[in-house]
């Protein structure tokens, strides 16, 4: 019991509204953005082609 009425354990504890619809954007974003970006190289961090003076090792 919560405040003279009856609240269930799920909504006391459990995933609210709130955060099912910022997990939602925060996919959509990946999905519209960041999803179709290229991997960076990790030596030079360039994205797509690597720089020039790159050998692909990281150190």
Do not use: Q
Request: aromatic share 12%.
């Amino acid at each position: 019991m919560h405040c003279s009425e009856y609240v269930p354990y799920s909504d006391m504890v459990g995933d609210t509204r709130h955060n099912r619809a910022i997990d939602s954007l925060h996919r959509a974003w990946w999905h519209i953005f960041v999803r179709w970006l290229p991997h960076k190289c990790p030596a030079c961090g360039a994205r797509g082609k690597c720089k020039p003076d790159c050998d692909g090792i990281p150190f």
